[in-house]
């Protein structure tokens, strides 16, 4: 891998070995490497049973700030490591703002195991996907990861299917008058 020479830290791609995203995490962060492992909260079946498991957004790959000064070395040798990701014979760079973007998607409250189940009438708002900010109401679970909600789209009310990781519980509001 060609030197790098810029004194600007930057964000880059790491590859891991196979299923070892969460040991290269753990292996970096003990080096004082400042890492970021995109991961969301979704609810699985496992042996049976619902279970809510944090996933990893792009599994397989990692991301490390790093700046000119820092040391690469020992980073090839990490146990879970693969690479660095290179494009165009240099290590891919990935911009703050894809970053901070990757954050606050990954850190807001999509579906918590705390919360109470859904039950039909409830009212969600569409966080994600070309659906994004229509507000909707709980009809019904349609397997273990989507549901299905009611919709006012193109003028009517629609019933449409989706995952429950795109969705978000409306808050409700109480109003009193005195």
Known sequence: MPAISS??????LL???PHQDERAHI????????VFHPQLLSARVIRGKQQHVRESLFPGYLFIHLGGNDNWTPIRS?????RFVEFNHGP???TEHVIEHLRARCFESTYSPDDPPLTPGDH???IRGPLSTLEGVFIASHGSER????LQFLNREQAICM???DLERQQTTVHTTL
Do not use: D, F
Not at 7 to 12: A, H, I, T
Not at 27 to 34: G, R
Not at 78 to 82: D, E, I, K, Q
């Open 7 to 12: 004194e600007r830290s930057n964000w880059y």
């Open 15 to 17: 590859q891991c070995k």
């Open 27 to 34: 292996n970096l962060l003990q080096q004082n490497y400042v």
């Open 78 to 82: 990490t146990r879970g490591v693969s």
């Open 92 to 94: 891919a760079t990935v």
């Open 124 to 126: 969600l708002q569409v």
């Open 147 to 150: 549901v299905m909600i009611l």
């Open 163 to 165: 995952p429950l990781s």
